[in-house]
């Protein structure tokens, strides 16, 4: 059985960040039984504009002595606990009860049903689905519009005309499409996605021997995991999860770039078994040109001094693998005329195959010097050039979450991360993680 929390607001203005709620109504439902309804005005600690008042009816005197949303924060935690928000135009009212609880150092959470969605997607016929649209044309009864409980009843009564004169089956299967809310993996305790942070950061699915199987990242924790469970659009790797999974771990970050770095961190370390991508170090390669003529060479990352590409000179990728490596030496021949021997894609004597189909300027045949055929190689390769380290020294990162407050601090030097007082190894990974980021906000970086 669905619960319901049908919520309406009146507030200040229209942005979360700025204004204030004034009123706030509530009407519980069971299934089709409503249960409980409340309302109270707010104290916005600030002056209602007039027009707002003229619209609402509400105005500073009324809110005048009013409880302060703090004071009403644990009544709303126990009236919304475990419910679903159901309000009109729910983005403008879950944004405000949001802002508001994050102001008392609070998170709130929720599934979200918007009725503006559920109408479109019910009546397509229709061009407008305001509330005043809804009551005319579905002969709601409304009293006392514009004032949070009078509007929160209304859409209460839309809900009952729903299941009373439309196809039942068609409207609960509308609503399980806009809330398209999870199925908890039979392993997974209960209740364990339903009180997800709305915020970035990196999760790791468990298996039954405590084995990490999965670890993903995003600005939205919630969304994103809950994600893998919705029976629609699970893919083979999400339905091994759902058979597998036993816990979930989170750690929350203050921005995108480090749930990134935490991401990369986390599969290096603990090799999950569903995350192939970012997990193998040892196939990295890189390009080393050779003396003009002869032909470059493909070096493993652990061929390298120290396994650090800087204690090399003139380098070129990194590339993930041997093949990837030998495919950008092939396009570059290709894109400079150069000669498949000398780049190491032709073995026999005499002219190589670009230079028998006249894409090859001869240095195969003594029609090119090597030191023109070299240029060329540099230039078709500058693009790949493995970047020194832009700083004098060590710089700093700093990214904080608006939401939570969470501030976090990454300390780079010589493209690797520095954690406490060690040094984490060359990542390639977290080299094109930096790179990207250096190129867009360089003034970010500060010198530690």
Not at 318 to 329: E, G
Not at 334 to 346: H, I, P, V, Y
């Amino acid at each position: 059985m669905r619960r319901f929390a049908f919520i309406d607001l009146e507030t200040t203005g229209v942005s979360p960040s700025v204004d204030r709620i004034t009123e706030i109504g509530i009407v519980l439902v069971d299934g089709d039984s409503t249960i409980q309804e409340w309302s109270s005005l707010v104290d916005p600690g600030m002056s209602i504009p007039s027009e707002i008042q003229a619209l609402t009816g509400i105005t500073n005197d009324m809110v005048r002595g009013a409880p302060c949303f703090s004071q009403l924060l644990p009544t709303l935690s126990e009236l919304l606990a475990g419910r679903i928000f159901v309000a009109h135009n729910a983005r403008f009212d879950y944004g405000f009860i949001k802002a508001e609880f994050r102001r008392c150092s609070n998170r709130f959470s929720a599934d979200v049903l918007c009725t503006v969605r559920l109408s479109r997607a019910l009546f397509p016929q229709y061009d407008s689905h305001r509330l005043d649209a809804l009551i005319s044309r579905h002969q709601l009864h409304a009293t006392d519009r514009h004032r949070a409980l009078g509007d929160a009843r209304v859409l209460v009564r839309f809900f009952d005309r729903l299941w009373q004169q439309e196809d039942i089956g068609q409207v609960d299967q509308t609503i399980a499409q806009l809330l398209k809310q999870p199925a908890t993996p039979p392993h997974l305790a209960r209740g364990a996605l339903d009180d997800l942070p709305e915020s970035p950061g990196v999760y790791t699915f468990i298996g039954a021997t405590g084995q990490p199987l999965y670890v993903g990242k995003s600005l939205n924790l919630r969304e994103r995991v809950r994600s893998h469970f919705y029976a629609d659009s699970r893919n083979a790797n999400d339905a091994r999860l759902v058979a597998e999974v036993h816990s979930l771990e989170i750690e929350n970050t203050a921005g995108e770039f480090g749930a990134l770095v935490r991401e990369m961190q986390a599969i290096k370390r603990s090799a999950p078994l569903h995350n192939i991508a970012l997990r193998k170090r040892e196939s990295v390669c890189f390009i080393k040109p050779a003396e003009p003529g002869l032909t470059p060479k493909i070096l493993k990352l652990t061929d390298l001094p120290d396994g650090d590409p800087l204690n090399e000179h003139e380098l070129y990728g990194p590339f993930s693998s041997r093949a990837s490596a030998r495919a950008a030496l092939a396009a570059v021949s290709k894109s400079q005329r150069l000669c498949d021997r000398a780049s190491g894609l032709w073995a026999r004597e005499g002219a190589c195959f670009s230079r028998q189909v006249n894409r090859c300027e001869g240095l195969c045949t003594g029609d090119e010097s090597a030191q023109a055929h070299h240029a060329r190689l540099l230039t078709g390769l500058a693009p790949m050039r493995f970047a020194a380290w832009p700083f004098s020294g060590p710089v700093v990162l700093t990214e904080r979450d608006p939401e939570s407050g969470l501030t976090d601090q990454w300390v780079f030097d010589r493209w690797r991360a520095i954690e406490s007082t060690s040094e984490s190894p060359f990542d390639p990974d977290l080299y094109k993680l930096l790179r990207r980021r250096i190129n867009r906000t360089p003034e970010r970086f500060l010198s530690c």
